[in-house]
């Protein structure tokens, strides 16, 4: 009872901590916060703009289109915290905006995390949930989140896989009867295949672009597979011989070449995991299949090329960006079954 006013008055909160996104998620209410983990800080010095309210989706309209006295920062790079006080004000800033009204209780809160994070990364997360206000603080891995999120019946004994491809780690993980059986979690996503649609771009059309205008050509006319009828994108960047600002067409047969580096370590992480499970479990995986969640499963036609490399089926969840984030929520509605497996620690509540 007491618990059940406590959490009234300050509930708690699902926090898909991510690399391109932060999602926060709160039980009943749904998804909350959906902004770009990104913030905005006068150059030289480490205050963020406008009394700290330049974060998130402000932030990111700045992005790549600074005035000299402007930069935009990301705090979190390959999934992990770069930049722990920056993480820290931007969380702060999220989790604010969670609760709307100070209430001084300090909210129980799951964060999901990358599978393959280190000791120290796993505290760097801690410490700044901690500092940003957050009472008990429970350590979620993203593919176990992703899972409970896209609904698998992962308590079930029967194998089920999932493959979450965010901003900055793919994490694969084969689950069953609660508990991860066999994961890998790559620092290769989409961040990666921004690059290297940039760096296409340099070598194929002498074409300087920014990562922000790389991911709208991903998300415009990327592809992982043949499509039915391939697509064209006027793109504007600065010619690397002159110097000066110019234009190119790209197709999406050009856009497929250059991401195919990515999405064949995305591919060969994916193998890695089935090869490494028992026998039985592979065996349910020809029923079960591959769920892909995260923002990288809306490549397009990824799930087809994943099913005739893999042999299973393979579909994309509802609502890919959110699933990580509302498995986190789940998990809190359900603290009690999954407490045993993740990490905790307390602040003073
Ligand atoms: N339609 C789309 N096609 C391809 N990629 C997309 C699409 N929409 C979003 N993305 C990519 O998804 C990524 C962001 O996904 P998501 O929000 O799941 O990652 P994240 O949780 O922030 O990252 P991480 O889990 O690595 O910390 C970005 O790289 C973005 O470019």
Redesign the pocket.
Known sequence: MLNRLRRWFCPDLGI????????VAVHGAGIVVDEP?VVALERGKRQILGRGAAVGRLARQMLGRTPDSITAVRP?K??VITDFELCEEMLQYFIRKALRQSTGLRPRVVI?V?GGITPVEKRAVFNSAERAGAGRIYLIQ?SKAASIGAGLPISEPLASMVC????????VAILSLGDIVVSKSIRV???E??EAIVESMRKRFSLRIGTQTA?QI??QI?SAYPLEEELTMEVRGLDTISGIPRRATVTSEEIREALRKPIEAILESVKHVIEQCDPELVADLSDTGLVL????A???RLDLLMREQLGVPVRVAED??TT?ARGTAICLEHLDHWRHSLDSETSDV
């Open positions: 898909d901590l991510g690399t391109a996104n932060t999602l983990s979190l390959d999934g999901a990358p993203e979450d491809i965010g901003g900055g780690t793919t994490e996503a989409g961040d295949m921004d991911e991903k998300i990327g969640t995260g923002g990288g809306l490549l397009r890919p960006l990580v």
